[in-house]
């Protein structure tokens, strides 16, 4: 593979926006069907470079977090940081939105959320999405 | 493989020095090590520096000060794991045949640092890059933890006064004052669970020690400490689920040195673990074999993490109150089991303590649950 075609695929998005709707994306591994996120152009599983872009469910379950009170000088503090765990078997740091501090839990549902996103050191956008513990459906 | 001892310690209160350099402070840390091991100099054939935030050449910067130039200096990085690394790689050296006199130091002075370099990666690195900081990190295993296996607050809060109340027995320790349940359930919020007293301070130090080859060692020191074994992984890249609460890199560390040293958990008579954070001692007591997973919690509340426990873990006050200076932690837990081994630990004496373990991690990596694990047991 030519190396500009692999810087490519190193940086292909692992987001697209279609009528106010996120999508996230996984890089998958057509040969040992791994997936990795964000994608990237080797698989770390068999170096594999058949990796595709697979779209991501847009719910998965809150597998820890915390508010932090001091965080990264590019964002505003205190937010919340979390790991959320996919159904297509990756686990994905993010921010959360719209918490709820007395019924914020391990293991409960989370959904993607599209957020406005902000500038960072390098100049690159981010916080273009957080996940949000999903609304409880009244009866 | 040549056994390797410890004959000279060079240690420092760890603090704040931002009115110094840190080549100023390092130097009478390493010249104390050399006094101490009753060796020369020009006897010292290889030296390792582990520093993390200090840039480069920190070993040629700091023993050029001494006049310690010439031989082969390697300047070590592997995170809060850089001096652990470093006294490995002296060991392998003397262990190998190489050399018979060997110095490895730790140096690093985070208050000059601005944030640890070594916690800042480039971009590729998602976690960091979106928002993720070390405390955050540490503070996602205690929710894991407590969840899993319903450990409280209160619980997590008891460590920092254990380990404050060692610190105020330990003159090496930055903090030095004992602190009350109250008072660490007050301290305010870094990142939740975690509450300031909860976390290790940002420190600035250096700490040393002088190695030989085994069959030297009674020339140099009337009780040498012998290097059982020594151990080192990286965390293995796991992008999908991982347990969050039990390490994978140092379960997989302390299974290595003990099937090294032939040693079970049973048979450590204290142990340095890498507690950053409260949580940390629950989460290393479980992967190192001292509790079952989720019971860590009983052995703290049971009084066994005590000097006079089943397991003395960090009765010099650990990274919570001697310190977190990066670079020389890894030595520094080295010299306090070294001086426990050898009986001069004062106020926080071990009774009768022939065998020790230290256990560094080492650097936040995405996907990773650490850059490094760097394990060692000594014994008299």
Redesign the interface.
């Known amino acids: 593979m030519a190396d500009a075609e692999r810087l490519k695929l190193s940086h292909q998005p692992y987001l697209a926006i279609a009528s106010g709707t996120p999508q996230l994306f996984a890089g998958t591994c057509e040969d040992c069907h791994h997936s990795v996120f964000p994608p990237a152009a080797v698989c770390p599983f068999c170096m594999s470079e058949r990796m595709v872009a697979k779209p991501i469910s847009k719910q998965g379950k809150l597998y820890s977090y915390s508010l932090l009170a001091q965080g990264a000088p590019e964002f505003e503090s205190p937010y919340y940081v979390a790991y959320i765990d996919m159904p297509e078997g990756v686990r994905i740091f993010a921010q959360l939105a719209d918490v709820d501090p007395a019924t914020l839990a391990c293991d409960m549902p989370v959904e993607l959320r599209l957020t406005t996103p902000k500038t960072d050191r390098y100049g690159r956008k981010v916080g273009q999405f957080k996940f949000a513990p999903v609304a409880r459906r009244t009866p | 493989m040549r056994s390797v001892s410890i004959i000279g310690t060079g240690m420092m209160r760890f603090g704040k020095y931002s009115d110094t350099n840190m080549v100023d402070f390092a130097w009478p840390v390493v010249k104390a090590a050399l006094v101490e091991a009753d060796v020369t100099r020009e006897q010292i054939q290889v030296a390792y520096c582990g520093s993390a935030a200090s840039g480069s050449m920190a070993g040629q910067r700091v023993l050029k000060r001494l006049g310690m130039t010439g031989m082969p200096i390697t300047n070590v990085e592997g995170a809060c794991s850089s001096g652990a690394i470093a006294l490995r790689l002296a060991w392998m050296g003397i262990a190998a045949g190489f050399y018979d006199y060997a110095l490895a130091f730790g140096v690093d002075q985070l208050n000059l640092a601005g ?1 640890p370099p070594g916690l800042i990666h480039g ?1 590729e690195d ?8 070390m ?2 990190l540490y ?3 205690a ?2 933890y407590m ?1 899993d296996y319903g450990v409280t607050e209160t619980q997590l809060a008891k460590i920092a006064v254990k380990s404050k109340r060692y610190g105020a027995k330990n003159p090496y320790a930055h903090f030095q004052e004992e602190v009350t349940l109250e008072q660490v359930m007050a301290s ?7 509450r300031m007293l909860h976390c290790c301070p940002r420190s600035d130090g250096a700490a040393a020690v002088v190695l030989c080859a085994g069959e030297l060692a009674n020339r140099h020191s009337p009780k040498p400490v012998r290097i059982i074994a020594s151990s080192q992984h990286s965390g293995k ?1 796991m ?4 347990d ?1 609460t039990m390490p994978e890199s140092s379960l997989r560390t302390a299974k290595e040195i003990y099937e090294q040293s032939g040693l079970g958990p049973e048979d450590i008579d204290l142990v340095e673990v890498h507690d950053a954070f409260t949580i940390n001692e629950l989460l290393y007591s479980d992967a190192l074999g001292f509790s079952r997973p989720g019971e860590a919690v009983k052995l703290l509340e049971d009084g066994e993490f005590e000097a006079d426990g089943k397991i003395p873990m960090n009765v010099s006050g650990g990274l919570n109150s001697r310190g977190h200076p990066i670079g020389p932690t890894g030595i520094a837990q080295v010299v306090e089991v070294t001086h426990q081994l050898q009986g001069r630990a004062g106020a926080r004496q071990v009774e009768g303590a022939k065998i020790g373990m230290t256990h560094v991690t080492g650097g936040g990596v ?1 996907g990773l649950d650490h850059g490094a694990c760097t394990m060692h047991i000594l014994g008299v």
Do not use: K
């Open positions: 944030r971009t998602w976690d960091f890059a979106y928002g993720l900081v405390p955050g503070a996602m295993r929710r894991r969840h305010r919020m870094v990142a939740d669970p975690l890249y992008p999908g689920f991982r969050m995405a």
